[in-house]
């Protein structure tokens, strides 16, 4: 069962086809300018911006995370990928969230994370142990996703930092979300991302604002 469900409207983000040179990203670290302001929303999807989300992933899994966030690599715009298994051969657990938004939370929960921002540092950090997130999808497809467990962590972990939450060490904000060891007495299989399609078209509309469901 997926910890991500979603619903969503027709798509209203410009989506274009050209493309010109990308340059290579890195991670950068605290106290980067780029980590401690405010994300800005992204307003077009072109061939430049899927080749970045790329870029992003392959940065993922060298560095064995299962949360990356665009600030992170010293871009001031409101997009997170995802991959709980952080395996680049899963491509079904690959998950792109352009402008999200958290627009309800419930519960509360501890659990331990760190962040390629702060290297070597990590900490038990609470959450909401439920969330519904609003985001766009490359496709400009603007969909809700229903979350728990380990999906709801990341992903607070990565919208809260665009925040400008990277505060330092001790701090909750952006970064890459590392995948703790296994628990010798877990059950089942871990949190995985999946999603219903809702609305068609290329089209995003990249708003500030926080939205209802």
């Known amino acids: ?19 010109t040179e990308l340059i290579a990203v890195q991670i950068i ?6 980590l401690r302001y405010p994300s800005k929303p992204l307003r077009r999807v072109d061939a430049e911006l899927r080749k970045m989300i790329r870029q992003m992933f392959d940065l993922l899994y060298e560095h064995e995370g299962i949360g990356l966030a665009a600030n992170q690599v010293d871009l001031p715009y409101r997009l997170v990928v ?14 792109v969230f352009i402008n999200p938004v958290i627009t309800h939370r419930k519960g509360s929960a501890e659990d331990r994370e760190g962040c390629l921002s702060l290297p070597e540092i990590y900490g038990r950090v609470a959450r909401s142990e439920r969330i519904v997130l609003n985001a766009y999808n490359p496709a400009g497809e603007e969909l809700t996703y229903e979350l728990d467990g380990l999906a709801a962590r990341v992903v607070q972990h990565e919208v809260d930092g665009q925040g400008g939450n990277q505060a330092g060490p001790g701090g909750t904000g952006a970064g890459v979300l590392w995948r703790p060891p296994p628990r010798r007495h877990s059950r089942g299989r871990p949190d995985h991302l ?6 068609g078209g ?8 926080r939205r209802p469901r």
Not at 83 to 88: C, I, K, R
Not at 194 to 199: F, L, M
Not at 202 to 209: L, N, Q, R, S, T
């Open 202 to 209: 290329e089209d995003v509309v990249a708003k500030g604002a």
């Open 29 to 34: 670290r605290y106290p980067h300018p780029t």
């Open 1 to 19: 069962m997926s910890a991500f469900a979603r619903s969503g409207r027709d798509p209203i983000i410009g989506v274009a086809t050209e493309t």
């Open 82 to 95: 995802v991959n709980l298994h952080s395996d680049p051969a899963a491509k079904d657990e690959e998950h």
């Open 194 to 199: 999946a999603a219903e399609r809702v609305g």
